[in-house]
């Protein structure tokens, strides 16, 4: 396997199995002397560690982690920091009976296919629980972008089920096991996702992630566009088809002048009348705020019977037991979140290295 990597001059590599020892990541190129420690890191691991409400996997996972190295009396000393999170609560007993089937939907055949073998316990390393590892250079890149830039996600749609953006307040999404910014939407979600749960089911989700104070200017044309490595990196994340920006796939639906982000003078540079570009034009921020939104599918591991084939290439059925998330998109704000950090971080040290 040789894509575990990601990035230009801010760089993670990731490593580790859902029921392996440990899980890790490194993360290079990280400037010297800014502050980071463990407990920063942990309060961004704790938003996506399961087992926190009856909505998400039910796996008693404490996330912690531990710095190995890069880091020296609370500063960063530009070396590669390593960061480690032991697995503790596996149950791979759970995965027993379809060692030699294949999950419709899930990444068994493909893994298989490529490698000629395959870690059914969980997935291995096709696990959504290879996501706490980018969450943790999430928060090592938040250090290196500094507090001014803010970077805060929602899922603004649970199945059919979408919010109302007049309701939108992000002080509802800490309020409720969602992360939904319209509280009606959530009241309604709970009776919705409980159905979906107890039927042993699953549901997608569509997740949106905004980065403000972002400057104008960073991006690379023509192959290292901002919005294209955003993309990019939404669409890694684990059970993740589809990423917009901005409007996205809404923009085709608009005229030209529906869809211009019309400018105004302003006192300290151009005043935008919209964003439906998303804070990104010809691949380079425009001083707006960055809109990302990406969809994820509903979790593969249901518990209705599901026509398959096993390793022998005989038809079969199978039904996945043990615990698993009815929405795993739930989970997957902090990671829409670390995705943009650590995007924005690489492309801030790109800038400056051209641009000073």
Same mark, same amino acid.
């Given at each position: 396997?040789?894509?575990?990597?990601?990035?230009?001059?801010?760089? #993670?590599?990731?490593?580790?199995?859902?029921?392996?020892?440990?899980?890790?990541?490194?993360?290079?190129?990280?400037? $010297?002397?800014?502050?980071?420690?463990?407990?920063?890191?942990?309060?961004?691991?704790?938003?996506?560690?399961?087992?926190?409400?009856?909505?998400?996997?039910?796996?008693?996972?404490?996330?912690?982690?531990?710095?190995?190295?890069?880091?020296?009396?609370?500063?960063?000393?530009?070396?590669?920091?390593?960061?480690?999170?032991?697995?503790?609560?596996?149950?791979?007993?759970? +995965?027993?009976?379809?060692?030699?089937?294949?999950?419709?939907?899930?990444?068994? +055949?493909?893994?298989?296919?490529? +490698?000629?073998?395959?870690?059914?316990?969980?997935?291995?390393?096709?696990?959504?629980?290879?996501?706490?590892?980018?969450? *943790?250079?999430?928060?090592?890149?938040?250090?290196?972008?500094?507090?001014?830039?803010?970077?805060?996600?929602?899922?603004?749609?649970?199945?059919?089920?979408?919010?109302?953006?007049?309701?939108?307040?992000?002080?509802?999404? $800490?309020?409720?096991?969602?992360?939904?910014?319209?509280?009606?939407?959530?009241?309604?979600?709970?009776?919705?996702?409980?159905?979906?749960?107890?039927?042993?089911?699953?549901?997608?989700?569509?997740?949106?992630?905004?980065?403000?104070?972002?400057?104008?200017?960073?991006?690379?044309?023509? +192959?290292?566009?901002?919005?294209?490595?955003?993309?990019?990196?939404?669409?890694?994340?684990? *059970?993740?088809?589809?990423?917009?920006?901005?409007?996205?796939?809404?923009?085709?639906?608009?005229?030209?002048?529906?869809? *211009?982000?019309? %400018?105004?003078?302003?006192?300290?540079?151009?005043?935008?009348?919209?964003?439906?570009?998303?804070?990104?034009?010809?691949?380079?921020?425009?001083?707006?705020?960055? #809109?990302?939104?990406?969809?994820?599918? $509903?979790?593969?591991?249901?518990?209705? $019977?599901?026509?398959?084939?096993?390793?022998?290439?005989?038809?079969?059925?199978?039904?996945?037991?043990?615990?698993?998330?009815?929405?795993?998109?739930?989970?997957?704000?902090?990671?829409?979140?670390? %995705?943009?950090?650590?995007?924005?971080?690489?492309?801030?040290?790109?800038?400056?290295?051209?641009?000073?």
């Amino acid at each position: 396997m040789s894509a575990n990597s990601f990035g230009t001059l801010f760089r #993670v590599a990731t490593w580790g199995e859902s029921h392996g020892p440990a899980i890790g990541a490194v993360v290079d190129g990280c400037p $010297p002397r800014l502050p980071l420690d463990e407990a920063w890191i942990q309060d961004f691991l704790d938003k996506r560690k399961p087992g926190t409400s009856r909505f998400v996997t039910q796996r008693k996972e404490p996330d912690r982690v531990e710095i190995l190295s890069g880091v020296f009396e609370g500063r960063t000393t530009g070396t590669p920091i390593s960061l480690l999170i032991r697995n503790e609560d596996q149950r791979s007993k759970d +995965y027993s009976e379809i060692a030699g089937k294949f999950r419709p939907g899930h990444a068994d +055949y493909a893994y298989w296919a490529k +490698y000629g073998i395959r870690d059914y316990r969980g997935g291995g390393r096709s696990s959504a629980r290879e996501t706490a590892c980018r969450v *943790a250079a999430g928060a090592v890149a938040r250090r290196v972008l500094g507090a001014g830039v803010s970077i805060r996600g929602a899922v603004v749609q649970l199945g059919p089920h979408k919010i109302d953006r007049a309701n939108w307040d992000w002080a509802a999404c $800490p309020e409720n096991p969602f992360w939904c910014p319209d509280r009606d939407a959530a009241l309604r979600w709970a009776d919705y996702l409980d159905g979906v749960r107890k039927a042993g089911s699953s549901i997608g989700a569509v997740i949106e992630i905004v980065a403000e104070g972002v400057p104008a200017g960073w991006g690379a044309p023509i +192959y290292g566009k901002l919005d294209s490595d955003l993309a990019a990196a939404m669409m890694g994340i684990n *059970a993740v088809k589809g990423v917009e920006i901005g409007d996205g796939f809404a923009s085709a639906e608009l005229s030209g002048e529906a869809n *211009a982000d019309e %400018m105004r003078a302003g006192n300290s540079g151009p005043t935008f009348l919209s964003n439906h570009a998303g804070g990104v034009l010809g691949g380079i921020s425009t001083g707006q705020p960055v #809109v990302v939104r990406f969809a994820v599918k $509903p979790t593969s591991s249901i518990l209705s $019977p599901r026509r398959t084939i096993d390793i022998d290439g005989a038809e079969t059925e199978i039904v996945t037991k043990g615990r698993h998330d009815p929405c795993v998109g739930l989970r997957a704000v902090p990671v829409g979140e670390a %995705m943009m950090a650590c995007v924005l971080a690489d492309h801030m040290l790109r800038h400056r290295a051209q641009c000073g």
